[in-house]
């Protein structure tokens, strides 16, 4: 007796990409369990982290954790959204694709498909936002001087401020 069986093609090997980055702890929101961290380019979001207001941390970013719109997306439940330049589209094995995002001073890696890659005419120079879905939080000592200041908010302005 013969079946005929399609054969499976071989699973794609794991791709691990992730970006670290250094932040320093802005506010703790208990009632909703979760953080937010200043970095380079931003805020994040996050789970309540274990470390005071002030203090430094390092974030890594999973690429898998990270997906592309085009647009600003407004209605997802995704909080962390953050605008850039993507820089490079790098075709790995299939079916994944590594999509490396300027934000400013951060380079933000996120892993998509080959198929989002042209449904999207993902390409360097175009820009698009980086939506991360998590991150994970270490355990290392952050320096004090690694890690980015809050930028003050502009002040009222009066006659011995007034813009020049």
Known sequence: MSTDVLSAPAAAPP?????????????H?????????????GELRVPLVAAPVDAG??????ARDVSVALTRPMDVSITNRLPGTIVEV????????????????TRLDALV???SVERLALEPGLRA???????AIG?????????PRQRPWPGPRTPDRAPR
């Not at 929101?29 to 380019?41: I, R, Y």
């Not at 790098?90 to 001073?105: C, K, N, Q, S």
């Not at 355990?139 to 890690?147: C, F, G, I, Y």
């Open 15 to 27: 791709v691990t990409l992730a970006t670290t980055l250094d932040a320093r702890v802005l506010r």
């Open 29 to 41: 929101d208990p009632a909703w369990g979760l953080s937010t961290l200043l970095f380079g380019d």
């Open 57 to 62: 941390v390092r974030v890594t970013v999973d």
């Open 90 to 105: 790098e075709r790995l094995a299939p079916p994944y694709a590594r999509v490396r995002f300027d934000l400013g001073t």
């Open 113 to 115: 498909t080959w198929e």
């Open 129 to 135: 936002w980086a939506m991360i879905k998590s991150v």
């Open 139 to 147: 355990n290392a000592a952050v320096r004090p001087s690694d890690l």
